[in-house]
């Protein structure tokens, strides 16, 4: 099948005489096509997209001199489809996606909270990212709305929040966090159990909300990737080379071969230490401590790698608009080479371990399943997602240089278990590491940096697979060459709502190994 | 099991005699730590973490100082579960407006002498994200704070370093 011959079909069902949308008149966006679309057919389109099994991917909203324009975003394999709307006020209202994308909930309702957008027809009209920072009738997003804010003082704890109770006897509702017992980022989780067994578990999130969106604007595009770093700080690469590459499309500047080339190598770099920590931390979970200190001794040597080689241990700051901050010489090309020759000597002594230690698989088979109907209509990303057999991959289905001219292979499992997203990250690593070779044998030479000129008024889109799976970017510069709008979609968005559904019948110990396998971002979520 | 030990064995230990770029001082500062946590607190010093709106860089980092290759216990440093049990905060930051009353909360649960550390450049002064109508900025911005350790993240040494001068600096 070819790229977008679905999209003639998908446009042919959409209407019968008055076409919705023409699939030949579209702006590029991004790595996929950007139609514009009457508000009266936002809800057709939404409803068909969910009826021709279209994965959902995102959505955002930016306030123009005429109203709010609305972008959503949907995705076939590796093609991707941007529909476009305007509603002269977000009062207004426009149709929600969530009757059809229970994902889309929580972004909905993270987009009322910000710019006052109304859904109409979402069945769940709770405030998400608002707490009680600003009241429930300012919208930060809104242009009026100062960027320090209005409402000095101490904020209230948000103590009223409505959660669904679970009524019956012996059930106990037990709350959990804001601030938790590890080392760890801060949200709330409501269980409703009897006895050890978790009958639901709700989320709270929003605590880590630092107004990113916000203060994003009137940046330069310099000042926007190190925020980008910093969404989430376990995944510098991802987001700042979505933003790069949303910002150099908006510019029309090409990369420097070699640039993209080191910034695959950062992105691999970065899956792996995320990889190897986590999966110390999964058998951690389990109390299998032997795993724990192994794997966080193999990341520590990783770090510390990065920062002989790169100058940084998360990779932060190494990615700047145009291309890259700091070459490798010969000597940290030899340097990259034997760390990943000193990971592949390692693995093998200790994996087997895993694989056949009875009290791990006693723990990780079969707990927190998230099966693949579950995990298609949530729209799991990366390991979540491959763990219950999506198989799906940004750097395979819509390959960007230099992974246009890469083997990447690509784990998929189908139990959707712990033990199946422990696995498919070791499967991981392995071809990360592949890929890297790969790139460290063509680095091509030259410039590692094109020159950045003032942007005009424009807009881009990147979509880079980081580790934990898809991570959009969309960028608009205003006609001063500043950032107008920055919307960083961080893979959790869809992560969350997985861990909310795969923890039911499951009992309230295994919640932390469970979470952990999922290892959702909170300030890539809270933005 | 046999391979377990085998791998144990093969391994042996990795903890380091500290840091890697200036072992001779940061030697000094583990045997320094382990003197002052000795002389102060009974050779156990407990520290609460709390996120109080990071981006989970400062996080990543601190958990390294667990890894076997710092090895924090052995100067007799533990994190605690619980601010009741801690005598040190360890603060990231910048405090988002939504964790202002968590955070709060957190230091009035912690006994004597709660020392406060706030941790990186957000933790010190807001950092990237300054202050907002979403952000207080800086931890001393809602509690009151013994010492900063910048940073963006600050790596495990200077994590060390700073929780050294902080105890010291309080006799």
């Not at chain 2, 099991?1 to 000094?28: C, D, F, S, W, Y």
Request: aromatic share 8%; glycine share 10%; proline share 7%.
């Amino acid at each position: 099948m070819s790229a977008y011959d679905w999209l003639s079909e998908f446009a042919a069902m959409l209407s019968d005489d008055d076409p919705v949308l023409n699939p030949e008149h579209f702006t590029p966006l991004g790595p996929g096509r950007l139609y514009s679309i009457a508000v009266h057919d936002w809800d057709t389109c939404i409803r068909h997209a969910a009826f021709a099994g279209l994965r959902w991917a995102g959505l955002w909203a930016d306030p123009v001199a005429a109203g709010v324009q609305c972008t959503t975003c949907f995705a076939r394999g590796g093609d991707y489809l941007f529909l476009r709307t305007q509603i002269d006020s977000p009062s207004l209202g426009i149709s929600s996606h969530a009757p059809y994308y229970p994902a889309a909930d929580r972004m909905e309702r993270h987009m009322h909270d910000l710019l006052g957008i109304v859904f109409l027809n979402h069945t769940n009209a709770r405030r998400w990212t608002r707490h009680q920072a600003w009241p429930d009738d300012c919208f930060p997003l809104q242009p009026a709305f100062p960027a320090a804010g209005n409402a000095p003082g101490v904020t209230p704890p948000d103590s009223d929040y409505p959660f669904v109770l679970v009524q019956g006897a012996g059930v106990a509702e037990i709350p959990v966090g804001p601030v938790h017992a590890g080392i760890i980022e801060p949200g709330h989780f409501r269980f409703q159990a009897v006895g050890e067994e978790i009958l639901a578990m709700e989320e709270r999130l929003g605590y880590v909300h630092k107004g990113i969106e916000k203060i994003a604007a009137g940046r330069d595009a310099q000042g926007l990737v190190r925020l980008a770093g910093r969404v989430s700080g376990d995944t510098a690469v991802a987001h700042a080379w979505a933003a790069c590459m949303a910002m150099e499309q908006a510019a029309s500047v090409a990369v420097p071969p070699r640039a993209n080339t080191l910034r695959a190598v950062l992105l691999e770099r970065e899956r792996v230490a995320n990889h190897l920590g986590d999966i110390g931390a999964i058998c951690n979970d389990v109390a299998f401590t032997f795993a724990y200190f192994q794997f966080s001794r193999l990341r520590e040597q990783w770090l510390r790698e990065q920062q002989q080689v790169f100058g940084h241990r998360l990779l932060m700051d190494r990615l700047i608009p145009g291309g890259v901050t700091a070459d490798v010489d010969e000597a940290g090309v030899a340097a990259l080479r034997e760390g990943i020759r000193a990971l592949r000597r390692e693995l093998p002594g200790i994996l087997p371990i895993l694989d056949d230690h009875p009290s791990l698989e006693d723990r990780l088979i079969g707990t927190g399943v998230l099966s693949r109907d579950a995990a298609v209509r949530l729209g799991a990303l990366g390991y979540v997602g491959r763990a219950s057999g999506i198989d799906l991959d940004v750097r395979r289905d819509t390959p960007h240089a230099p992974y246009d001219g890469l083997e990447l292979k690509v784990p998929v499992m189908q139990s959707g278990d712990v033990a199946a997203r422990m696995k498919i990250r070791i499967e991981e690593i392995h071809a990360s590491l592949v890929v890297m070779e790969q790139c460290l044998a063509s680095l091509p030479s030259g410039d590692i940096l094109a020159p950045w000129p003032a942007p005009a008024a424009g807009e881009g889109l990147g979509v880079v697979e980081g580790w934990r799976g898809e991570t959009l970017a969309y960028v608009r510069f205003g006609s001063d060459g500043r950032v107008a709008r920055y919307f960083p979609r961080d893979p959790s968005w869809f992560s969350w709502p997985a861990l909310e559904h795969l923890i039911q019948g499951n009992i309230v110990p295994e919640f932390p190994v469970c979470n952990k396998s999922i290892n959702g971002s909170y300030s890539g979520h809270d933005l | 099991m046999l391979r377990i030990l085998n791998k144990l064995r093969k391994i042996g230990v990795v903890t380091e005699p500290l840091p890697h770029q200036a072992p001779t001082v940061l030697e000094e500062i583990g045997a320094q730590l382990r003197g002052e946590i000795g002389t102060q607190f009974s050779g156990s010093l407990a520290i609460r973490q709390v996120d109080a709106g990071s981006c989970n860089g400062c996080e990543l980092e601190i958990h390294a100082l667990n890894n076997p290759i710092y090895d924090i216990e052995r100067f007799g440093i533990h994190f605690v579960a619980s601010p009741r049990h801690a005598d040190m905060l360890l603060v990231t930051g910048p405090v988002s407006r939504h964790m202002e009353a968590a955070l709060r909360r957190t230091y009035e649960a912690t006994p004597a002498p709660k020392l406060v550390i706030a941790v990186g450049d957000c933790g010190a002064d807001g950092g990237e994200f300054g202050c907002s109508y979403a952000s207080c900025g800086g931890v001393a911005e809602v509690i009151p704070v013994d010492a900063v350790i910048r940073g963006c993240p600050p790596p495990p040494e200077r994590l060390m370093l700073g929780i050294l001068e902080a105890i010291r600096h309080r006799r």
